[in-house]
């Protein structure tokens, strides 16, 4: 059987870090895997005047899994937002039903030294935080417009159904079953309407998994708990603003952003596989971008849309091998260029 996977490296690092996930399938040599590259994010808008164009968007929907760089370009900022970068990776999540974000957060070995907390507070760390991702005040109506005393007023609607909250929870639910049994539902119920359906469709769904131990916690408290004692976290059960958030943070937690991966999972098998970070501007063409999370996000896509465990653990072990082996890029205190990275895991598969 063949299976197409879909290359959208996008902007800024997003084109140096897909180059090493693209050399490691390529040194995998698996039979019946087909690359196919296109265009997306500002790299699309500068050459076919738009960030997710048609011939992208088709060949991704008959692909069977996508591995996505990053998008974001500061000579766009300007632009009407629906020609932003940023406007191809939330297309795909909603042309494609990505409803179900997976972002892991595990202290690696011996990277105790590298997390923005004191080892003794990071050292247990194994969280996987679970965020819908097609709803909420990222895709609600939104506009700019003026007030009756003639003010600039910006808005975002922030919105869940109840069908919507329930179709993450079950995601919730059952990967909390796969690992400590623990999820703790994140919200601002004590403000929001939207988070008390949240926390209302939660406790209903939780019905149906006794073996899961539930618990809520309001999202301020959870960025401070995130801090104090992530260890606490196996499952973050969260929506889009508030996952979007709590996981940037997480990834310092654990040692670098370049470390976070994330699986975009529809109901069926295709699945978007990308880092939790963006373009990264600032570094981007110099060869200094971690390349890791890319490459664990690859590693996630065997796992989840290509049925191959076997080859995701030998991914993810050649990763930690990587990293004990101490070779870090800059992002975590040491020289190794992107390149260098990515050729060091490929030495340890
Ligand atoms: N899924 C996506 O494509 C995302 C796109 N973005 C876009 O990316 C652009 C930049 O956004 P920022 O807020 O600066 O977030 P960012 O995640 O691109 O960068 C934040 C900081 O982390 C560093 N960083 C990120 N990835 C790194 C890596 N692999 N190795 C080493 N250091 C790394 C950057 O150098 C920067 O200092 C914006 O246009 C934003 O909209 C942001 C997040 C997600
Ligand atoms: C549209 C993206 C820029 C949102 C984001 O930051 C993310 O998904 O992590
Ligand atoms: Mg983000």
């Not at 900022?77 to 297309?91: F, I, K, S």
């Not at 996000?297 to 191959?308: E, I, P, Q, V, W």
Request: aromatic share 4%; charged share 20%; net charge negative.
């Amino acid at each position: 059987m063949v299976s197409q996977i879909a290359l959208l490296a996008g902007d800024g690092i997003g084109i140096e870090i897909m180059a090493e996930a693209e050399k490691l399938l390529r040194a995998l040599d698996i039979k019946g895997l087909s690359l196919i590259h296109a265009d997306c994010g500002g790299t699309a808008y500068h050459k076919h005047g738009h960030p997710l164009p048609k011939a992208t968007l088709d060949i991704a929907k008959n692909s069977d899994a996508i591995l996505f760089g990053a998008v974001g370009d500061p000579s766009c900022d300007n632009l009407d937002r629906h020609l932003r970068p940023e406007q191809a990776v939330l297309g795909l999540r909603s042309e494609l039903g990505l409803f179900a974000n997976l972002r892991p957060a595990k202290m690696m070995s011996g990277m105790e030294g590298s997390s923005s907390l004191r080892a003794n507070i990071s050292q247990n760390i194994d969280m996987l935080i679970v965020r819908e991702l097609n709803g909420d005040v990222y895709f609600g109506e939104k506009g700019m417009r003026q007030t009756d005393t003639g003010l600039r007023q910006g808005y975002d609607i922030m919105s869940y159904d109840e069908d919507e909250v329930r179709r993450i929870a079950h995601v919730g639910f059952k990967a909390a079953q796969g690992r400590q049994g623990k999820l703790c539902s994140v919200d601002k119920a004590n403000v929001l309407e939207t988070s008390q359906l949240w926390r209302d469709v939660v406790i209903e769904v939780a019905a149906e998994y006794p073996d899961v131990e539930l618990s809520h916690m309001y999202v301020d408290n959870a960025a401070m708990q995130m801090v104090k004692a992530p260890g606490q976290f196996d499952v973050i059960l969260t929506g889009n603003l508030f996952g979007d958030i709590l996981s940037d943070l997480a990834s310092m937690c654990v040692g670098s952003i370049g470390l976070l991966a994330s699986a975009s999972l529809s109901q069926g098998r295709l699945g978007l596989y990308e880092p939790i970070h963006g373009s990264a501007p600032d570094i981007a063409g110099q060869q200094i971008a971690n390349p890791l999370a890319m490459i664990l996000s690859t590693a996630m896509m065997f796992r989840h849309s290509l049925d191959n465990e076997e080859i995701a653990a030998k991914i993810e072990q050649a990763v930690a091998k990587t990293l004990a082996d101490n070779i870090l890029g800059r992002d975590l205190g040491g020289l190794a260029s992107t390149s260098e990275i990515g050729d060091a895991v490929i030495a340890r598969l």
